[in-house]
């Protein structure tokens, strides 16, 4: 399980910058994609060779129980208890605060594991500054400067050695040809519904996972000979009235569910075409490089005119998912599913393809005869071979030189060529350059 890092403190000390320094992707070459909102709260930390993590920017607590502060003090609060570390962000500039005091007696008493974090040490001396909150009696205190990036490696260290144990739930562990797949969404796309639906109709099939039984957290099934494994989401636990009634949309779960599942089937509510939740569900399933398949449900509510309107506001909101396919379901009525499946099904196959390093060259090769990149001042990059670099999503490492001054648009050019050539859909493919042999 992906575990989660909530960032506390009052507003201004600098959770915000160091959200950022943990989460901001530092691999250039897989851009931005238009048309994502990413949540300003939610990101996922995927420091180089060690465990990624969820991390939550909680928002200032700021301490007055009225009013809008108020409101936000108890999101941030219960995002905190849901997190495995707690880290209680300090401004080392201002030194201590009345208000830090009474955030870190709120945080004793919620006993979660704590680290405090003293920023903004960027010119001070770090001892002088940690030695400021000595009196906080928190062991682990570590100096960091947000805003310049210092600190930031070893701080990830501590967090990694404070991390929960990986679990033993056995979701990753298991048979090559069953296809691990998450429904996510936001709350009453019909997740519940449509996985109900699938299991209903498989019921003699399907079977708890060992190990993950508490919370139901991965259901195996079989359908028309193939095998899934159906990753927790809000929909696979089993709703009591009572659940279904606290139940709230986690987005921890979610990225949890992302980051375990091959291929993410996100539900839309056809009535409602893509939302600002729905597209940072989106944002984070290409962020985690999943394999894509967009299930259009409650097709069944639309007229005819309606869903010719819907298609056509569709097809604009996911123009920057043209390789994702989507498919027209009815969770209620269970029709679409044999086409929802076998989409999941070609959407796997692309993300776990293998290649040849041959084949990978061949085509890169092709492509760079047929459309050399433009030069620049003279000098055009050029590009000499390419070897496949791992899959989930497909990666190509190509080697060349002058890499560096590769347009984009170049990249999305290599990019739609590999695709065509290789019949991948339904999987973000990514290319990684290297300069020299
Ligand atoms: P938040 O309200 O806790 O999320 O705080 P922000 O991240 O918005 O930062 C508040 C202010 O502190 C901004 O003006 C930041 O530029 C500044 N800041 C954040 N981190 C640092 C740091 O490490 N050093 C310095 N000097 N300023 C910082
Ligand atoms: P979840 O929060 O994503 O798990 O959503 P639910 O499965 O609880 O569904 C939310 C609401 O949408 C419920 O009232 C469902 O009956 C309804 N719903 C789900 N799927 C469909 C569908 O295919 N067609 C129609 N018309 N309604 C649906």
């Known amino acids: 399980?992906?575990?989660?890092?909530?960032?506390?403190?009052?507003?201004?000390v600098g959770k915000s910058t160091l959200f950022n320094a943990l989460t901001r992707s530092r691999d250039a070459l897989v851009h931005d994609e238009p048309g994502v909102t990413r949540d300003r709260h939610y990101g996922v930390c995927r420091p180089d060779g060690q465990r990624a993590f969820?991390?939550?920017?909680?928002g200032g607590i700021a301490g007055e129980d009225q009013g809008l502060a108020g409101a936000t003090a108890r999101q941030a609060r219960a995002a905190a208890e849901e997190a495995d570390l707690v880290l209680f962000v300090v401004d080392g500039r201002e030194g201590v605060s009345a208000l830090d005091e009474e955030i870190l007696a709120w945080l004793r008493k919620s006993g979660r594991p704590m680290l405090l974090v003293v920023n903004k040490t960027d010119g001070l001396d770090s001892r002088a500054a940690l030695a400021e909150f000595a009196r906080f009696g928190v062991a682990d205190a570590h100096a960091v400067s947000a805003s310049h990036r210092q600190g930031i490696g070893s701080l990830l260290e501590e967090i990694q050695g404070r991390l929960p144990e990986e679990g033993a739930a056995e979701v990753l562990d298991e048979d090559p040809d069953r296809i691990r797949v998450a429904f996510v969404g936001r709350p009453n796309v019909g997740k519940s519904t449509l996985v109900n639906r699938i299991l209903g109709e498989e019921r003699m099939i399907a079977s708890d996972v060992p190990g993950t039984t508490r919370d139901s957290i991965a259901v195996d099934l079989e359908r028309d000979g193939r095998k899934y494994r159906l990753i927790d989401t809000a929909g696979l636990r089993r709703k009591s009235r009572v659940e279904a009634a606290v139940e709230k949309f986690?987005?921890?779960?979610?990225?949890?569910?992302?980051?375990?599942?091959?291929?993410?089937?996100i539900l839309l509510d056809a009535s409602e075409g893509v939302t600002e939740q729905d597209a940072s569900v989106l944002g984070a399933v290409?962020?985690?490089?999943?394999?894509?398949v967009i299930a259009i449900n409650k097709w069944d509510g639309l007229s005819s005119?309606?869903?010719?309107?819907?298609?056509?506001?569709?097809s604009r909101r996911l123009a920057f998912v043209p390789w994702a396919e989507s498919v027209r379901i009815s969770a209620l009525h269970g029709s679409g599913l044999r086409e929802l499946f076998r989409a999941i099904h070609r959407a796997h196959a692309s993300a776990t393809r293998t290649f040849s390093t041959a084949e990978v060259t061949r085509a890169l090769e092709i492509a760079y005869e047929s459309s050399p990149p433009p030069a620049v001042r003279g000098h055009a990059p050029k590009l000499r071979f390419a070897h496949p670099g791992g899959a989930n999503p497909p990666t190509f490492v190509v080697h060349g030189s002058?890499?560096?001054?590769?347009?984009?648009s170049y990249t999305r050019y290599l990019e739609n060529f590999f695709r065509k050539r290789f019949k991948l859909v339904g999987t973000p493919v990514r290319f990684v350059f290297k300069e020299g042999e």
């Open 305 to 314: 005119y309606q869903r010719e309107q819907t298609e056509a506001l569709l």
């Open 54 to 58: 969820v991390v939550v920017d909680t």
């Open 1 to 12: 399980m992906l575990p989660s890092v909530a960032l506390v403190g009052r507003p201004n």
């Open 250 to 265: 986690s987005i921890i779960k979610t990225l949890q569910a992302i980051e375990e599942c091959q291929v993410a089937v």
């Open 402 to 408: 002058r890499l560096r001054t590769l347009p984009d």
């Open 286 to 292: 290409l962020d985690a490089g999943r394999a894509l």
